[in-house]
């Protein structure tokens, strides 16, 4: 069975490169504060810097879902959102991800001219999100989510949430070529451990059996800290990449990264070795 889609109009999947998506983080509360952009100008910055690092997309979010943090309003994460959103869609030619869970700023967003919905909920924190998504016709991005983001403990648990939240939306008329999946790779509850990390990424290929395409976003998180005895987010790039590598290896097709450049040498050089065959009918010996 060879996974491939149209998303965003872009072709994903088995035989086709791996796609970039960067992150514009607008959130005071991320736990990576380095990468913080609250300026038009800082943003503007970093788009075109991933655009010339080759990015395929953009995910805008506004909201931390990182264990601990205090949560902040709809309307704060509207009012935080929505200017940067304008500012990109009216200066750049890109797809655009929203990470959001809830469906008043689905709505905002899409009717603004974003592309896709990033929902780490699965659709769990705010069901009407659904409709929003299928009124617009736009492309999602699910995470494997029982009650709160990322809160599957092992694979089986991650692959029955993610198997919930496509059943939901499509009992609702969603054309589910039009979902990418989300493992749920990292830190998101005190009880996901290291371990449980680790076997979504050396198992990630058990995810193919729901035939969509999968994102991978491991970008300097809590687990590689903790693994490397890193506290400091500034500090995981190296081993961010080498969990990227190994993600592509086994299946990714898409990779969400606060680092371009970087990821996109990775993938590269990855995606290439799990594909070598196909390209030595076309090396001059």
């Known amino acids: 069975m060879s996974i491939k889609t149209i998303f965003s109009g872009l072709k994903v999947g088995d035989n086709h490169p791996i796609k970039i998506l960067g992150i514009i983080n607008l959130s005071r509360e991320s736990f990576y504060k380095q990468s913080i952009t609250t300026k038009k100008s800082e943003v503007s910055k970093k788009v075109e810097k991933f655009i010339n690092e080759g990015v395929d997309f953009i995910d805008i979010g506004a909201r931390s879902t990182a264990p601990g943090v205090k949560p902040i309003s709809v309307q704060e994460e509207m009012d935080r959102l929505i200017p940067i959103l304008k500012f990109i869609r009216n200066n750049y030619d890109i797809p655009i991800s929203i990470d959001t869970q809830y469906s008043k700023i689905a709505e905002k967003s899409l009717s603004l001219g974003a592309d896709i919905i990033n929902d780490v909920s699965g659709f769990k924190t705010d069901t009407k999100i659904m409709s929003t998504i299928i009124d617009h016709n736009a492309d999602t991005i699910i995470m494997a989510s029982n009650k709160v983001p990322g809160d599957c403990l092992g694979i089986n648990d991650s692959i029955k949430a993610l198997q919930q939240s496509i059943s939901a939306i499509e009992k609702l008329g969603y054309n589910s070529k039009k979902i990418v999946i989300d493992p749920s790779i990292g830190r998101w509850v005190p009880s996901k451990i290291a371990w449980y990390n680790l076997e979504l ?20 998180k809590s687990f590689v800290g903790d693994i490397l005895n890193y506290p400091d987010p500034k500090d995981r790039l190296i081993g961010t990449l080498a969990c990227t590598s190994i993600a592509v290896y086994n299946g990714a097709h898409i990779i969400r990264t606060h680092d371009v450049k970087e990821t996109r040498d990775v993938v590269d050089i990855s995606w290439k070795l799990k594909n ?6 076309k090396v001059s010996i």
Not at 202 to 208: G, V
Not at 214 to 219: P, R, Y
Not at 276 to 281: C, E, G, R, T, V
């Open 276 to 281: 070598y065959a196909q390209f030595l009918d």
């Open 201 to 220: 990424l050396d198992q990630l290929a058990k995810f193919r059996q729901l035939n969509k395409p999968i994102l991978v976003s491991i970008s300097r």
